[in-house]
């Protein structure tokens, strides 16, 4: 059996807590958003959140508040996707953004009376992917609401949300995850070939399980150090070096982390910088704009097939120079 939804979140019991507490009330509200560091659970908050709404034997937990079985069909077609009354909305393949015409199709979904539950729900993410149109039209939808229909936006970069979007919603921040509660979910995921393995990505993960899972994967947390000791390194090498590197990290294989790695690489290196007492130093908000710019990007060259070496040689040449290089 698998038991409350809800049990199965970790790190974010505030949250849950209060959730849990609106359902019970019978006041789960029309529009929730979800925003925090990428990887730390939003997904999994919100289909737990759809599922105890969906659920028609919902189980009172200690706190008061209520939670989806995790045993009926109701719970199970969540999960699998199967749910006629639950639409997910996320950016399509190989595209930079969500279109109107992805929004238009969930308000028309909304808008109609549910098959199964009481309720018609959707669940968008990434929401600060939305162009202007897609964004206008969500808020139409946010300003007239259909009755028994509730919406979830999911977002690392709420700022990017228009702010008449995110005054229509229930806010709630969710936070970085702590070493011990990624290595748990690492456990119960079976994901890792060894305990020091998944030890060692929940340490480097910076609190965020989905990284954590992604250096559990072979050869991932090697090629982490190996990025981190290349980009170190360019400073103190000359073009041809930054040439050969960037032919190497845009190997299709390779590819694919460069985003995730970059992410990660300036964070812990203005990290180390702020712990270190050198920040007095160190243009913090230019290493963040150069961060947002070399992520956006290494990701766009994935989605609109750009040459993955000459973005690199790019990215590459950026961070040489800001690190100090001649050339």
Partial sequence: MAGPVFDAILGHEVIINRIGHSLANGRPGHAWLFHGPQGVGKRTTALALIQSLFCPQPVRLPNGGVSGCGDCSSCRKCLTGNHPDLQWLELQEKKVRISVEQVRELAHFIAFSPLESPWKAAIVDDAAQMNA?????????????PPGSMLILITHHPGGLLPTIGSRCQK?????????QILTILERLKVGKTLEERQEAARLAVGSVGHAVQLCVKGAIENRRRFFRDLDALPDGGLAQLVALAEEWGKAELFSMVPQLLETWFRERIRASVLSGEAHRLDTERWLEAALRTGQLARDAQVVNLNPRLTLETIFIRLARMQGAAF
């Fill in 172 to 180: 709630e921040r969710f936070f970085p995850l702590s070493e011990e």
């Fill in 133 to 145: 149109a897609a964004a206008n039209a969500l808020l139409k939808t946010l300003e007239e609401p």
